[in-house]
Nanobody
Framework: QVQLVESGGGLVQPGGSLRLSCAAS????????MSWYRQAPGKERELVAH????????NYVDSVKGRFTISRDNAKNTLYLQMNNVKPEDTAVYFC?????????????WGQGTQVTVSS
């Protein structure tokens, strides 16, 4: 069965860095686009970053452009989110999602999420 397991969250100071990972199993990882979403308390889930199946195209929400980088290692079936210069407003639960296609943003599976807290 499809499994997506996020890790790497934690407490980080403003201006610091964190790298999230999403280990995928149960499907052919290299065939599907993937995304990172986040949900802060009292807010709707927000698309943070998206990457196509080959990694050739990426997209970001404006608030993280220039600070976050989404990447993937298809040989390791792992998705990453490098978070630099983090801000308190980045505090949220971060989820990885599996697209139904090689490039689209319709999802059929989600991980359980990893908490990121940005605070001094």
């Amino acid at each position: 069965q499809v499994q997506l397991v996020e890790s790497g969250g934690g407490l980080v100071q403003p201006g610091g860095s964190l790298r999230l990972s999403c280990a995928a199993s149960g499907f052919t990882f290299s065939l599907y686009a993937m995304s990172w979403y986040r949900q802060a308390p009292g807010k709707e889930r927000e698309l943070v970053a998206h990457i196509t199946s080959t990694g050739g195209n990426t997209n970001y929400v404006d608030s993280v452009k220039g600070r976050f980088t989404i990447s993937r290692d298809n040989a390791k079936n792992t998705l990453y989110l490098q978070m630099n210069n983090v801000k308190p407003e980045d505090t949220a639960v971060y989820f990885c999602g599996k697209s139904t296609m090689s490039w689209g943003t319709t999802y059929d599976y989600w991980g359980q999420g990893t908490q990121v807290t940005v605070s001094s």
